[in-house]
């Protein structure tokens, strides 16, 4: 679970994407760094408005005008540069290596054609089957993703599939082409709570048996907890804190994600009133040039609204784990912590410690 | 305009008026003031409202010439707006200038005169009841903010839906004053024409002669070719202005239209008024009680529906001609009835969904568990919610009524002569559309398609403001196109 | 429910309406102010031999609920009758054999027209929004909502007769023909008589369908603007799938939907306009001659006409049920899901 030493499945850098509208600009994702190795699984969390959402349709280059991913940023897959990919090759990508799967499971499936008509379209487009080859296969996956009763359930439509279902169906779709990365954006958000666990436990029994990388996207912690590896806190835009999970939940180092594990209920222990950290996340519409947590930092002072933060190691050696936080390196004094963020330096991420 | 009871209702709004009563005077006072200058066109106007022949004879001579006499004297004061005090009907003496118009000035800038303050008037009106909004708004309304104070801002901000609003009161100013603006009155020009005179300049004699309408009439049609033709913004051989020419027997057609829009108005106006009582009544009594009642005003709805409405029409008013109730304000009657009895289904299925959505809510099983009856639930509960919808797709079929009423007198169905209406002036106009007599066609054509149009503006104005996001249904456009198919 | 249910289920419901429809035409028929016998005997006279004669004839002097059933009887097992004043004695059903086929072409092209144009318009628009092509279709939708077909049609007409006023010969074009008169449709397999039949209601097809063309760009292009936001198109996106697989298999099927109401709804305008229409055209089709048994009180012809006509529109209405029941599978699902 440490870092190691081989090229990671998907190294992503400095990424921005902005959306450029009449009345202001919005730097959904500005400027985050992230890696994701072979077989593992990276969560991202964060409240509504973080920039999880747009970072998984920017790394998959679905961002439409006015939206735009800028120049400076770096996507890199097997190696291989993205950004200057185009369309036609994204297309080559986009559902063979890298599929993606989304929030609502009902609305994602066409309400006209069948489940398997579904299926059988990404076993085309990848893979060229056709006709009863691909039915085959089809019922294969639905197999696969435990939707019982395959060879019937092939034929049926979207609406006669109960919510969990709907979702096995969707993954089984992603899994036609046999992904090497899998990106989840709140898969389970939709679903029951006692579904919820049938999908997690799915995508578990999936990953170890095709050696699949996930990225999972989130606001929930439990489930963060429960399937990541590692795991990024994003929060208006940027990653605050990296760190492998059981790092994450026992050290917690920036401030917001101290309140994010404060905020869970079943983590309290004052049993008047429910925590919460007060505010809303801002919409980052100006380039950063403070820290975007300020107003709502429990521990925030001066200097926290002029310098930027970058993210630093914490916590013990060969554990991983960074915050952009200007309370950190808890060894070096204030003004000197100030100041290495102020030059920038780590720039680059300070992963190697 | 439904107030939040966070207190207790403890004054009335005459109470919360007298305890402030300048703004409300300053208010009436202004009111009374513009309405004073009409006085005799106002009293007029209700009294042609009345079939007085149909009516008169029932009423005992003891009551009914008292009230004709005070009726003729009301009518009598003078108004302002009228032909009497900004004539536009002279003739010019060489050298001399026009005689007998409005300050001396030509036919058409006194014509020009008149209509624009015909417009400034009802602008003033319209300037007047927002005013009286806004005092109400700020001096007298219990709440502070109501959900319809911010129906009304976006509607204000939406500039279809105005366009569409400036549009209709253009046409309605016309039909509301027709008598005053066109050139000359229908009595005169169209209807009696051989009981009226004019007088011009005869140049060949070169003096002053007189001439019957009707003649001068029957010199000034257009019939296609450029001699025979009396075009837009021209003046005819007698002097007289014609904003927008003349019809095939020399009426003046300007005349024409504004009483024809009158008429398609008044019927459209009429007509959907009523279907829309039936329609909000039945949707909210479907809706409340559901089962059996729902299921007979579905089999009654599909069965209006299932009969083609132009051909009900045709069918209704061929039978119905001859008759009585054919004759009554010359077929209009007719008209508005049938209208309001084959479209009251569409209205009432487009509300059905909302009024059965508001029917599902708990607070009406909660009024209902605390002994509220069943009309107040209704009334206070389900025609607030709904009426703003029917407001919607009452103003886009609004425009399908005054389209078939046009291709109705097109046919020789709908009015009957001598009374204008638009489609009558088609059909006049029919063959000499390639030629200089090309307006007599067009133009009736040109004003219903401005004003469908702008109805349906309006109603999309309606829509967007009452719920941006709403999904309303797509029913709604096919009300538009035209209506029953004319 | 499954969707034959669903459909046998519309089916039924539209029995009793077509019974009311026809029911409420013959009140209006027998109510009416127009006396039948008189009518035949083309004046005035309510008294006389003769009249008690053509009375007896019509079985007017049977009590009225007995003439009720006898016209609905009748118009169920299709005998409808004689015409008594257009053309005396011809029977109904002759008559539609000769007016019909005129008013099913011109019907026919309408739809045709419509779909043709107006649908295509409407899904580049949708998927080109803010172009000029989408205001085009935008401006259309409005303006052709609110034009009265009749004047559209005596524009057209007026045009044509006068093309070569505009340097163009309409009349000679292609194939020689007249611009206002019924089309001939005796023989419609040789390419000639074809070209001529379909350039002679051309025209009148355009103004038809019209109306129809311009709900269909606007309701279209709404529709493809909603459906190329859907979920599922992202998710197609996110499949690698090409934009014109996109666009054909998803976007467009799912965008038909709420277009069915509308092509439906054409048949509805049909019926009505055709009358207008077909006047102005000299279209000798159904509507003109409802037009003309109106008018001239001949009373067998008008209710069997109106009976053909709500059978029509009521089928109309059931086969826009089958389309829905074809296109999307979620009819009769409202609610049920697992």
């Known amino acids: 679970m440490a870092s190691t030493q081989s090229e990671p499945l998907l190294a992503v850098e400095n990424l921005r994407t902005a959306f450029h509208t009449d009345k202001e600009t919005v730097y959904a994702v500005d400027g985050i760094d992230l890696e994701i190795q072979r077989g593992e699984t990276v969560g991202i969390v964060g409240e509504s408005g973080s920039g999880k959402s747009v970072t998984a349709r920017s790394i998959m280059n679905l961002i439409e005008p006015p939206g735009h991913i800028h120049e400076e940023s770096s996507i890199r897959f097997e190696g291989r540069e993205l950004t200057t990919l185009d369309e036609s090759e994204y297309q080559q990508l986009r559902g063979g290596k890298i599929a993606m799967v989304f929030q609502d499971p009902l609305t994602s499936l066409n309400p006209v054609y069948t489940v398997g008509n579904q299926i059988k379209e990404s076993l085309r487009l990848h893979r060229g089957l056709r006709g009863s080859e691909a ?37 089984a779709m992603t899994l036609a082409c046999d992904p090497d990365l899998l990106i989840c954006d709140e898969p389970t958000t939709a679903l029951d709570v006692t579904i919820q666990a049938q999908i997690l436990e799915l995508l578990d029994d999936l990953q170890r048996e095709r050696d699949l990388a996930i990225m999972f996207i989130t606001h929930d912690m439990g489930v963060i907890a429960e399937v990541s590896d590692r795991v990024n806190v994003m929060y208006a835009g940027e990653v605050v804190e990296t760190a492998p999970v059981v790092d994450l939940f026992e050290n917690p180092a920036h401030p917001y994600t101290r309140g994010l594990l404060r905020s869970i209920p079943g983590n309290q222990t004052d049993t008047d009133r429910l925590e919460t950290i007060q505010g809303d996340v801002p919409v980052p519409n100006e380039p950063a040039t403070d820290c975007r947590f300020a107003d709502r930092c429990p521990a925030a002072f001066e200097d926290c609204r002029a310098v930027h933060p970058s993210p630093i190691a914490v916590g013990s050696d060969g554990q991983d784990h960074t915050a952009a936080c200007l309370l950190y390196p808890e060894s070096a004094s204030r003004s000197e912590a100030v100041g290495l963020h102020r030059d920038g330096i780590d720039s680059d991420g300070g992963r190697d410690v | 305009m439904s107030t939040l009871e966070t207190e207790p209702r403890s004054r009335g709004l005459g109470e919360r008026i007298r305890s402030d009563p300048e703004p409300a005077t300053v208010w009436a006072g202004a009111c009374l003031l513009l309405l004073s200058v009409q006085f005799g066109a106002v009293f007029q106007t209700v009294r042609a409202l009345f079939p007085g022949g149909a ?14 006499a005070a009726g003729e004297f009301v009518g009598s004061l003078p108004t302002l707006l009228t032909r009497d005090v900004i004539p536009n009907q002279g003739y010019r003496l060489p050298g001399q200038g026009w005689q007998e118009t409005f300050l001396g000035l030509e036919p058409a800038v006194a014509w020009l005169v008149r209509v624009a303050l015909i417009y400034v008037y009802s602008l003033a009106w319209l300037a007047l009841l927002w005013w009286g909004y806004r005092i109400f708004r700020s001096e007298y309304r219990a709440a502070d903010w109501t959900p319809m104070d911010d129906k009304v801002a976006r509607f204000r901000s939406h500039y279809w839906g105005i366009s569409g609003v400036v549009v209709v009161f253009f046409f309605v100013v016309m039909a509301v004053f027709a008598p005053a603006m066109g ?46 033709n009396v075009g837009p913004l021209s003046y005819d051989d007698y002097g007289r202005f014609h904003p927008i020419g003349t019809l095939p027997k020399g009426n003046d057609m300007f ?232 | 429910m499954s969707r034959l249910k669903y459909l046998g289920k519309r089916l039924l419901l539209s029995i009793p309406v077509v019974l009311f429809g026809t029911s409420i ?68 059903s002759e008559l539609l054999a000769q007016y019909a086929p005129r008013t099913l072409w011109l019907g026919f092209w309408s739809v045709i027209v419509a779909l043709v144009i107006g649908i295509p318009l409407g899904f580049y628009a ?51 023909t007249q611009v206002v008169t019924p089309p001939s449709l ?59 697989l996109i666009v054909w298999k998803h976007v467009f099927r799912n965008a038909l939907i709420p277009l069915i109401p509308i092509i439906s709804g054409e048949a509805f305008l049909l019926i009505g306009g055709s009358v207008l229409v077909e006047t102005v055209f000299a279209i000798n089709g159904l509507g003109y001659l409802f037009f003309q048994a109106a008018v001239n009180g001949d009373l067998p012809l008008v209710g069997s006409l109106m009976f053909v006509f709500i059978v029509l529109l009521v089928s109309v209405n059931i086969l826009q049920d089958v389309l829905y029941t074809l296109v999307d599978p979620r009819v009769g699902y409202e609610g049920e899901g697992q």
């Open chain 1, 135 to 171: 039915t085959e296969a089809a019922i294969e996956l639905l197999e696969d993703v435990g939707i019982p009763d395959a060879p019937r359930r092939v034929g049926d439509y979207p609406h006669q599939f109960s919510g969990g279902m709907q979702q096995r169906a969707v993954i």
């Open chain 2, 55 to 68: 009516v008169g004879s029932y009423v005992p001579a003891f009551v009914g010439a008292p009230v004709a």
């Open chain 2, 183 to 228: 050139p000359t009155t229908v009595e005169r020009n169209i209807q009696e024409p051989f009981s009226y005179e004019v007088s011009y300049f005869d140049e060949e004699a070169g003096s002053v002669a007189t001439e019957t309408v009707g003649t001068a009439n029957f010199e000034s049609g257009s019939s296609g070719t450029p001699e025979e």
């Open chain 2, 255 to 486: 005349t024409f239209m504004a009483a024809g829009a009158r008429i398609s108005l008044s019927i459209a106006l009429l007509s959907i008024g009523i279907s829309v009582l039936i329609g909000v009544g039945l949707a909210v009594f479907t809706a409340y009680y559901k089962g059996l009642s729902d299921l007979v005003a579905v089999i009654a709805s599909d069965s209006v529906q299932a009969i083609p409405q132009l051909l009900l029409l045709i069918l209704l008013a061929s039978l119905l001609r001859g008759t009585w109730l054919g004759s009554l304000y010359n077929g209009a009657a007719v008209l508005t009835i049938i209208f309001a009895a084959t479209n009251w289904p569409y209205l009432w299925r487009a509300i059905r969904g909302p009024a059965l959505q508001i029917a599902e809510n708990e607070w009406i099983d909660a009024s209902r568990s605390f002994g509220q009856r069943p009309r107040r639930i209704m009334q206070k509960h389900m025609v607030p919610y709904v009426t703003g919808y029917m407001l919607i797709y009452a103003s886009l079929s609004i425009g399908g009524i005054i389209i078939s009423v046009a291709g109705l007198s097109y046919l020789g169905l709908g009015i009957s002569a001598p009374t204008p209406e638009w489609g009558r002036a088609v059909r006049m106009g029919q063959d000499y559309v390639t030629t200089a007599s090309w307006h007599i066609s067009l133009i009736p054509g040109v004003m219903i398609v401005l004003l469908v149009t702008a109805f349906n503006a309006f109603g999309d104005g309606v829509r967007d403001a009452l719920d941006p996001q709403a999904e309303t249904e797509e029913d709604a456009e096919i009300a538009t196109a035209g209506g029953s198919g004319a």
């Open chain 3, 25 to 92: 035409t013959f009140v209006l028929l027998r109510m009416g102010p127009i006396d039948p016998a008189a009518a035949i005997l083309g004046g005035q006279q309510t008294q006389g031999g003769n009249y008690e004669q053509v009375r007896q004839q019509l079985g007017l002097h049977r009590p009225l609920w007995e003439q009720y059933i006898d016209f609905m009887v009748d118009l169920f097992t299709l005998k409808l009758g004689q015409s008594w004043v257009i053309a005396q004695g011809t029977p109904v």
């Open chain 3, 126 to 176: 949708g998927l080109n929004p803010n172009s000029w092509s989408d205001y085009f279709a935008s401006f259309g939708g409005i303006v052709w909502r609110a034009m009265p077909n009749f004047w559209l049609a005596v524009i057209m007409v007026s045009l044509i007769s006068q093309s070569q006023k505009f340097g163009f010969d309409w009349q000679n074009w292609v194939v020689s």
């Open chain 3, 186 to 244: 005796n023989n419609l397999t040789d390419p000639m008589e074809f070209l001529a039949a379909l350039k002679m209601v051309l025209p009148a097809a355009l103004v038809l369908g019209s109306a129809s063309m311009g709900n269909e760009m606007r309701i279209g292009r709404t529709a493809v603007l909603e459906t190329k936001n859907a979920n599922y198109v992202e998710v197609a996106k996110a499949k690698g799938a090409p934009g014109r």
